[in-house]
């Protein structure tokens, strides 16, 4: 026995498939092999229709925008309500893009600083830790952080 062949009724192209799946789609979509055979639409066909491109793009053949939504429907495993219009895919419940404008970027002008009024804020935000050879003690000595920024403003040996 020869094996059957599916051909897609937009596209014409075919391909060779077995009983078993044949009857296992007909029997998922609830139609009989027969119609199958007769009403078949390829996987790749149904995709490009469900993403929009117009099926005067893939065939010259005529089909209403009612065949085309029965088509796909009984190809396609989407369960989606959705229609054609002028051979274009539609869904039923077309998502609103509404597009909230950005609120736009406040920019501050930065005021010219001294050095002094720089190396406060940044004492305040960081804290500068300096270890010294203290030669009375004969050990390392934590500085504070405004001995450190006495020394640096100063510039008696900053670092």
Do not use: H
């Not at 793009?57 to 029965?70: P, Y």
């Not at 369960?79 to 051979?87: K, M, Q």
């Amino acid at each position: 026995m020869k094996a059957p062949k599916l051909t897609c009724v937009i596209s014409g192209q075919s391909r060779v498939t077995s009983e078993n799946y044949l009857r296992s789609k007909a029997d998922r979509l609830g139609k009989s092999v027969e119609w199958l055979l007769n009403n078949y639409v390829s996987k790749n066909i149904c995709s490009k229709l469900r993403k929009g491109v117009a099926v005067s793009t893939i065939t010259d053949t005529v089909f209403s925008d009612s065949q085309l939504a029965d088509l796909v429907r009984n190809n396609s495993k989407c369960r989606e309500e959705f229609s054609f219009v002028d051979g274009v895919y539609t869904p039923a419940k077309a998502k609103a893009v509404t597009k909230t404008p950005k609120a736009p970027k406040v920019v501050a002008v930065k005021k010219e600083t001294t050095l002094e009024e720089a190396v406060t804020k940044a004492v305040e935000n960081v804290p500068t830790v300096k270890y010294e050879w203290d030669s009375e003690k004969e050990t390392t000595v934590l500085k504070t952080s405004s001995e450190v920024l006495d020394e640096m403003v100063n510039n008696k040996n900053p670092f």
